[in-house]
Every structure is written in structure tokens, then in C-alpha cells.
């Protein structure tokens, strides 16, 4: 069995839809997710799915109380799924290759602090740019630095607004997601 640890400060879109397509290919999986939001959407979700969850404030997360927990449920993979603060040292020293985020863009660009969301699609749409796209990569402790995993674009020379780029990108995001973590927990298959 696979333990799967999710974060998510939002709605929840990609957490659910990683759940949902994950358990169609195995029921030997365990889902828990951890929020920093208790007003989060995502937190409606687990309860749908009936999956376990954890609420944490910031300080929780960077003196350890997170860490403990994660020690505690002992996780296979632990990703990052629309999570917005900057994910402590101490978890990614434990957890070496174990923690897996999404960036709505193709990394390098438009990557670092406050490069997230909208806040992306927004640059994409400024810089009048013709594709962008998905970027899965590694979780280090510089932000979007993480060795990167998978990447797959889109064009974008039709879009008119950045919700249009916004829709687009999470298409991406949820056709291909569950499908690397699928690769990443079953190497073998």
C-alpha cells in the first residue's frame, strides 16, 4: 500500500481529481491532506471522499508539529497540490525526493516567490507569451528550484484573457499529475 500525503491552501481541484483517478487505478492507496486554510475548499473534498485531513496554522509548520505528523503517518510521497507557503527546510531534509510540487508554467520561467495562480497566467498574458504550460518537479528549499520531473506545454496564442490560460494550464494539471505520481509510487509498471 502507498500512503500519499497531500497539501492544498485552496479548492482542492487537483487533490480531488489525484484521489479520484489514483484510487480507479488501485484501491491500495491512502490518502491524507494537510491544509494550512481551515476556510479551504479542499477541506470539503477530503470530506466527500472521506478522507482524513489535518488543519495547521504557519507556526505549527515551521516549529515541527507538521514534520511530527508526517513522521507519524510514515508517507510514501507527499504533494504539493495548489499549497501556498514556502515548504519548510526540515521537511525536505526528512523527506529527500519524497515531495513532488505542480508549477503553472514551464520552469524556468515565471517561477520563485509569489510566481503562483493567477500570478502566473498574469505574467504569461503580459509577456504575450504563445505557450506555457505544466511543470512537475522536486521540492527543494529554494522556491521552484526542485530538480524537474515532467513538463508539457500548451499554446496559448488564442487566449484572450488570463482565465483562458488559467483553464488551459489546469487541464494540464489534471490529465497529467495523477499520472506521474501514478509513475513515481509504481516505478516498476
Given at each position: 500500500?502507498?500512503?500519499?500525503?497531500?497539501?492544498?491552501?485552496?479548492?482542492?481541484?487537483?487533490?480531488?481529481?489525484?484521489?479520484?483517478?489514483?484510487?480507479?487505478?488501485?484501491?491500495?492507496?491512502a490518502?491524507?491532506?494537510?491544509?494550512?486554510?481551515?476556510?479551504?475548499?479542499?477541506?470539503?473534498?477530503?470530506?466527500?471522499l472521506?478522507?482524513?485531513?489535518?488543519?495547521?496554522?504557519?507556526?505549527?509548520?515551521?516549529?515541527?508539529?507538521?514534520l511530527?505528523?508526517?513522521?507519524?503517518?510514515?508517507?510514501?510521497?507527499?504533494?504539493?497540490?495548489?499549497?501556498?507557503?514556502?515548504?519548510?527546510?526540515?521537511?525536505?531534509?526528512?523527506?529527500?525526493?519524497?515531495?513532488?510540487?505542480?508549477?503553472?508554467?514551464?520552469?524556468?520561467?515565471?517561477?520563485?516567490?509569489?510566481?503562483?495562480?493567477?500570478?502566473?497566467?498574469?505574467?504569461v498574458?503580459?509577456?504575450?507569451?504563445?505557450?506555457?504550460?505544466?511543470?512537475?518537479?522536486?521540492?527543494?528549499?529554494?522556491?521552484?528550484?526542485?530538480?524537474i520531473?515532467?513538463?508539457k506545454?500548451?499554446?496559448?496564442?488564442n487566449?484572450?484573457?488570463?482565465?483562458?490560460?488559467?483553464?488551459?494550464?489546469?487541464?494540464?494539471?489534471?490529465e497529467?499529475?495523477?499520472?506521474?505520481?501514478?509513475?513515481i509510487l509504481?516505478?516498476?509498471?
Open positions: 500500500m502507498k500512503n500519499v500525503v497531500l497539501f492544498a491552501s485552496g479548492s482542492g481541484s487537483n487533490a480531488e481529481n489525484i484521489i479520484i483517478k489514483l484510487k480507479q487505478r488501485s484501491q491500495d492507496n490518502f491524507t491532506i494537510f491544509t494550512n486554510n481551515p476556510d479551504a475548499k479542499v477541506l470539503e473534498k477530503a470530506k466527500n472521506h478522507i482524513p485531513f489535518e488543519i495547521f496554522n504557519k507556526s505549527e509548520l515551521l516549529e515541527g508539529l507538521v511530527k505528523k508526517l513522521i507519524e503517518l510514515k508517507p510514501d510521497l507527499i504533494v504539493l497540490a495548489g499549497f501556498l507557503l514556502k515548504f519548510p527546510e526540515n521537511i525536505v531534509k526528512h523527506y529527500p525526493n519524497k515531495i513532488i510540487n505542480i508549477h503553472p508554467a514551464l520552469l524556468p520561467k515565471h517561477g520563485g516567490k509569489g510566481m503562483y495562480g493567477m500570478n502566473v497566467h498574469e505574467a498574458f503580459n509577456n504575450k507569451e504563445t505557450e506555457t504550460g505544466i511543470t512537475i518537479h522536486y521540492v527543494n528549499e529554494n522556491y521552484d528550484e526542485g530538480k520531473i515532467f513538463q506545454s500548451v499554446s496559448v496564442t487566449c484572450k484573457t488570463r482565465e483562458e490560460i488559467a483553464q488551459k494550464v489546469l487541464t494540464l494539471e489534471h497529467y499529475f495523477p499520472e506521474v505520481i501514478f509513475e509504481n516505478p516498476e509498471s
